[in-house]
């Protein structure tokens, strides 16, 4: 069945950096669109980024343009998320999600990696 | 960008029927994909209606979802309520930008 493990999380200070990866199975990663969201402690959700099944586009959310960069594997079956810069506010568990039947569905989700920025 | 609004919580008996509704603020809610998002404490999100009113499966048939573009807004409705139906309930859509977007969220109580 599909699944999708995020790992990476930790603590980080402001200004640090960390990156997430996410590992994909289950299903023909290379074929499918992959999202990031991120909820913070005791919020909704807030979608961050999202990536094209070959890498073609990628798209990111307003409050981390130009600090986070997607990128994929498809050798590998595993989706990553640079994060630099990071804030306090980044504090949340991220979440990568599998896109389908369209890009938009966010099909699937994983477990989440909690991501701590704090002095 | 839009933003898509949704009443904080709602509560309901089992067996009943509730509507939880989702106004987009600007742009055409008919135009961009609304999905809903049934997240359970402690648990990942999972997707329960997708493009508007498509059932992923596996979800029953007691959920259902429908856009009114007179008010703007899309609906989750679920009938026949079960205590297990309780959590929070995302919807999320986009615009022409890909700026995607979700719904602050609305915390279903069956008591």
């Known amino acids: 069945q599909v699944q999708l493990v995020e790992s990476g999380g930790g603590e980080v200070q402001p200004g640090g950096s960390l990156r997430l990866s996410c590992a994909a199975s289950?299903?023909?990663?290379?074929?499918?669109?992959i999202h990031w969201v991120r909820q913070a402690p005791g919020k909704g959700l807030e979608w961050v980024a999202f990536?094209?099944?070959?890498?073609?586009?990628?798209h990111y959310a307003d409050s981390v343009k130009g600090r986070f960069a997607v990128s994929r594997d498809n050798s590998k079956n595993t989706l990553y998320l640079q994060m630099n810069s990071l804030r306090t506010e980044d504090t949340a568990v991220y979440y990568c999600?599998?896109?389908?039947?369209?890009?938009?569905?966010?099909?699937?989700w994983g477990q989440g990696t909690l991501v701590t920025v704090s002095s | 960008n839009f933003m898509l609004t949704q009443p904080h919580s709602v509560s309901e008996s089992p067996g009943k029927t509730v509507t939880i509704s989702c106004t987009r603020s600007?742009?055409?809610?008919?135009?961009?994909?609304v999905q809903w998002y049934q997240q359970r404490p402690g648990s990942s999100p999972t997707t329960v209606i997708y493009?508007?009113?498509?059932?992923p499966s596996g979800v029953p048939d007691r959920f259902s979802g429908s856009i009114d573009s007179s008010s703007n807004s899309a609906s989750l409705t679920i009938s026949g309520l079960k205590t297990e139906d309780e959590g929070d309930y995302y919807c999320?859509?986009?615009?022409?930008?890909?700026?995607?977007?979700f719904g602050g969220g609305t915390k279903l109580t069956v008591l």
């Open positions: 999600t599998k896109g389908g039947p369209t890009w938009i569905v966010l099909e699937y």
């Open positions: 289950g299903f023909t990663f290379s074929s499918y669109d």
């Open positions: 990536m094209r099944y070959d890498g073609s586009n990628k």
């Open positions: 600007s742009g055409s809610i008919a135009i961009n994909y």
């Open positions: 493009e508007d009113n498509q059932r």
């Open positions: 999320q859509s986009y615009d022409s930008s890909i700026h995607v977007v």
